[in-house]
């Protein structure tokens, strides 16, 4: 007798969030993926979020076509793009669901993963992935590195690949913390991440698998950017730990 897939049934409905920018040659690969593995076996009024940014290579066109083949698809349109950051914000405010789901558009993550980060949501406020067998250039995978040493030198926690873009999070958390949001220009999952631990939210790590994209380039940050982001996400992190430290002596001066 083979195994039930999805082992178990989610009693909340999801809103997977995704921006997306020229990732034509892609973009119905990933959709169709996570039709077949995921959306099938959610709950009813569970919704697919894109942000879509003044993509000129048919990725608005092809969305509009999925529309019509997948009514729980919803696309945000712009002109003109105004970074990763920005996007996400959006799309984490135009979530209608209890549950938020948070990933890219380039089909480097496997969707039918999200059943194991799901798996430990009734016990957690986020459930977060982290990448095993990272699929990206050099450059990105060693700035990366040093920008995790860093916010574990800073941090003192343990959490791998900080800013890992494969994220499930109940409606609560992000409601308090978006507002507060607005340190990272690029890096906004890191973000999150460390005001949801310093808010001693409940965060569970699951390993992930991330591979080769299956049709095109990387629509991500060059590497040099990636690199120069993460230089000036540094600073941020020094914010970050600073804002904290200030509530920190406030709260013992008020007590």
């Known amino acids: 007798m083979s195994e039930r897939f999805p082992p178990f049934e989610l009693p909340e409905p999801v809103s997977v969030l995704m921006p997306v920018s020229n990732e034509a040659d892609v973009i119905a690969t990933v959709v169709q993926e996570w039709a077949e593995e995921v959306f099938q076996y959610l709950p009813q009024g569970s919704e697919m979020v894109f942000d879509e940014a003044a993509s000129t290579d048919g990725?608005?066109?092809?969305?509009a076509e999925l529309q019509v083949k997948y009514p729980y698809i919803k696309v945000f349109s712009r002109d003109k793009k105004d970074g990763f950051a920005n996007a996400a914000r959006r799309l984490?405010?135009?979530?209608?669901?209890?549950?938020?789901?948070?990933?890219?558009?380039?089909?480097?993550?496997?969707a039918k993963e999200f059943w194991t980060i799901a798996s430990f949501i009734k016990d957690y406020d986020m459930v977060r992935g982290a990448k095993v067998g990272r699929k990206d250039p050099f450059g990105r995978r060693f700035s990366s590195f040093i920008f995790n040493k860093a916010v574990h030198f800073l941090f003192s926690i343990s959490y791998d690949d900080i800013n890992c873009a494969f994220h499930l999070i109940?409606?609560?958390?992000?409601?308090?913390?978006?507002?507060?949001?607005?340190?990272?220009?690029?890096?906004?999952?890191?973000?999150?991440?460390?005001?949801?631990?310093i808010s001693n939210y409940q965060i569970k790590q699951c390993y992930v698998t991330h591979r080769m994209r299956l049709f095109g380039n990387s629509r991500g940050l060059p590497s040099y950017r990636f690199v120069f982001d993460s230089?000036?996400?540094?600073?941020?992190?020094?914010?970050?730990?600073?804002?904290?430290?200030?509530?920190?002596?406030t709260s013992k001066d008020q007590g």
């Open 231 to 249: 230089l000036k996400a540094f600073n941020g992190l020094l914010r970050i730990k600073a804002s904290y430290r200030v509530i920190d002596f």
């Open 170 to 197: 109940r409606r609560p958390l992000i409601e308090d913390l978006l507002p507060k949001l607005n340190i990272m220009e690029t890096l906004i999952n890191s973000e999150l991440l460390l005001r949801a631990e």
């Open 92 to 110: 984490y405010k135009l979530a209608t669901c209890p549950l938020i789901f948070f990933t890219d558009s380039d089909g480097q993550y496997v």
């Open 59 to 63: 990725t608005r066109e092809i969305l």
